[in-house]
Nanobody, 125 residues
Framework: VQLQASGGGLVQAGGSLRLSCAVS????????MGWFRQAPGKEREFVAS????????DYADSVKGRFTISRDNAKNILYLQMNSLNAEDTAVYYC???????????????????WGQGTQVTVSS
């Protein structure tokens, strides 16, 4: 199984980025997905999750209304559209996958089976 995150970079406050996570080695449509992030000196925290069909999404309060998680099951790609970025969004962003996936557990880091390598997002103020 391989999860390949990309799309990070340096952006000014107020700007936007779109992260992608390409998944191979799994039947993507059987895979609930999540995005997490880890800032320097902090724990890895939940950002957003999406169920297998894409019909149910969930967001951390800190990103609700600014970030949108989506997936393309035909292309085996997960996305995170990030708008109105601020300095507090600076972190390494990781995608993660869980076969099946129970919605109530998708905020829990240890629940996920597979992880991507992370992509750095830096927001300058």
């Amino acid at each position: 199984v391989q999860l390949q995150a990309s799309g990070g970079g340096l952006v000014q406050a107020g700007g936007s980025l779109r992260l992608s996570c390409a998944v191979s080695g799994r039947t993507f449509s059987n895979y609930a997905m999540g995005w997490f992030r880890q800032a320097p000196g902090k724990e890895r925290e939940f950002v957003a999750s999406i169920r297998r069909s894409g019909g149910t999404t969930d967001y951390a309060d800190s990103v609700k209304g600014r970030f949108t998680i989506s997936r393309d099951n035909a292309k085996n790609i997960l996305y995170l559209q990030m708008n109105s970025l601020n300095a507090e969004d600076t972190a390494v962003y990781y995608c993660a996958g869980k076969v099946g996936g129970i919605v109530s557990a998708l905020r829990t880091r240890d629940y996920y089976e597979d992880w991507g390598q992370g992509t750095q997002v830096t927001v300058s103020s």
